[in-house]
């Protein structure tokens, strides 16, 4: 089993910026990608962007160039720094530990970008 906790969301005026993370525990050896995740009210929770141990990056269109996803192995974290926010980034953020053979989520973190 994982557990994931993120942290980190939180009220920003439009052109702002936030730190997200999202600490593994449990059996983090199993993990083999990280990704974050958001879901806005009344749409469907979509890929944000991801970080796989080999260190592939991947990130949705909507965010690159303003969003940089990082790792800290040390710490079992990964990081989502979202810069140049936009109001259409408002959602609950979630993270996603893909295992070997199943996935795992986190509570979740609330984003509101103000315009």
């Known amino acids: 089993q994982v557990q994931l906790v993120e942290s980190g969301g939180g009220l920003v005026q439009a052109g702002g910026s936030l730190r997200l993370s999202c600490e593994a525990s449990g059996s983090t050896f199993s993990i083999n990608a990280i990704a974050w995740f958001r879901q806005a009210p009344g749409k469907q929770r979509a890929l944000v962007a991801m970080?796989?141990?080999?260190?592939?990056?991947n990130y949705a269109n909507s965010v690159k160039g303003r969003f940089t996803i990082s790792r800290d192995n040390a710490k079992n974290t990964v990081y989502l720094q979202m810069n140049s926010l936009e109001p259409e980034d408002t959602a609950v953020y979630y993270c996603?530990?893909?295992?070997?053979?199943?996935?795992?989520w986190g509570q979740g973190t609330q984003v509101t970008v103000s315009s």
């Open positions: 996603q530990a893909m295992g070997r053979l199943q996935n795992y």
């Open positions: 970080i796989s141990n080999s260190g592939n990056i």
